[in-house]
């Protein structure tokens, strides 16, 4: 398939999933505009988190497509998803009066999950922070990047929990949940393709070594 085509199908099926949570969304009885705001900037960001998080298993695949470095599309999706998962609590703390929000609960396991925003919040900033200083911390940058993963599992329980929508939307709950198994799924595809990276780079590095070991024998 050429680098159209593909292109094509994979803005086509970007929209189909936006415009289906979109339509899911709106179809619905609206409440006062503010949460309605509000719902809207955590499921939109929260649903961007996971697209960009998916991507970055393909970042071969994503520059084929699109015929520019990875980077500079995962980070238009990425930045527009962290603005608006950022939003969200500012907006919530603002509209509700009560800064403590921005704080984890831990009065018990429940709780915590139940108001996991905050932490999610933080873990994405932490993540995204080490994604921008990556040449600075080299060995590590993936592991500190890694708690995207973790922090979307903390924004779907906390939607699930207390989110008006994924709480009461079987479809909307369905479909983030899913998100959240692509996620992981692409997670595990990812580590498995740079084991299988590393392993032609030391393979070809022993052959070279015992090639040139020959030569000198």
């Known amino acids: ?9 994979l803005i086509s099926s970007l929209s ?5 949570v979109f339509l899911i969304y709106i179809l619905r009885s609206l409440g006062p505009f503010i949460e309605e705001f509000l719902r809207f900037l955590a499921l939109f960001g929260l649903l961007s988190l996971f697209v960009s998080s ?3 298993a393909f970042t071969r695949e994503i520059f084929q497509v699109f015929g520019k470095p990875f980077k500079k599309v995962h980070h238009i999706i990425a930045l527009t998803a962290l603005g608006l998962v950022t939003l969200h609590p500012i907006f919530v703390v603002i509209f509700y009066k009560n800064a403590s929000l921005f704080l984890p609960n831990f009065d018990s396991l429940s709780s915590f ?3 996991a925003g905050a932490p999610s919040l933080y873990l994405i900033l932490l993540a995204t922070l080490a994604g921008f200083f990556q040449r600075r911390i080299p060995k590590f940058w993936r592991y500190v990047h890694g708690l995207n993963y973790v922090a979307l599992i903390f924004g779907v329980i ?3 929990k207390i989110g008006a929508d994924l709480s009461s ?12 198994v692509l996620t992981t799924g692409a997670f595990v595809f990812k580590r498995y393709r740079n084991y299988k990276k ?14 040139e070991e020959t030569i000198k024998v």
Do not use: C, D, P, W
């Open 16 to 20: 189909v999933l936006y415009l289906t």
């Open 54 to 56: 998916i991507m970055a």
């Open 113 to 115: 999950m139940t108001f």
């Open 158 to 160: 906390h939607g699930i």
């Open 198 to 211: 590393k392993q032609r780079i030391k393979e070809k590095q022993e052959q070279r070594k015992l090639k």
């Open 169 to 180: 939307s079987s479809a909307l709950k369905i479909i983030y949940i899913l998100m959240l």
């Open 1 to 9: 398939m050429e680098k159209k085509g593909k292109r094509i199908i």
